[in-house]
Nanobody, 122 residues
């Protein structure tokens, strides 16, 4: 049974940092491109960042580029999202997802976690 489990969410003040983790089980994570999405309250789910199978290639949404860093440890079957310089507009439920391609649309993801909540106070 494939399972993605996010952790690391919480409440921070603007300017603070959090590191999210996504642990995979039931499949070999290195077989998939891993992606982070987020969904602010009352809004649609949006792409945040993705990382290739090897970890050599990454892509970011313009709104987080330069502040967020995605990485992966295939030996631990875990992908990370380091978030620095958090802003109130970054508040959302963050989801990790797995896909076979370097895609940024939610509908193209094959597996999803249940999300972890990030709140940012101004």
């Amino acid at each position: 049974q494939v399972q993605l489990v996010e952790s690391g969410g919480g409440s921070v003040q603007a300017g603070g940092s959090l590191r999210l983790s996504c642990a995979a089980s039931g499949f070999t994570r290195s077989s998939y491109v891993m992606t982070w999405f987020r969904q602010p309250p009352g809004k649609e789910r949006e792409f945040v960042a993705l990382i290739s199978r090897s970890g050599d290639d990454t892509a970011y949404a313009g709104s987080v580029k330069g502040r967020f860093t995605i990485s992966r440890d295939n030996a631990k079957n875990t992908v990370y999202l380091q978030m620095n310089g958090l802003k109130p507009e970054d508040a959302a439920t963050y989801y990790c997802a797995a896909a076979i391609g370097m895609w940024s649309r939610a509908r193209d993801m094959e597996y999803w976690g249940k999300g972890t909540l990030v709140t940012v106070s101004s």
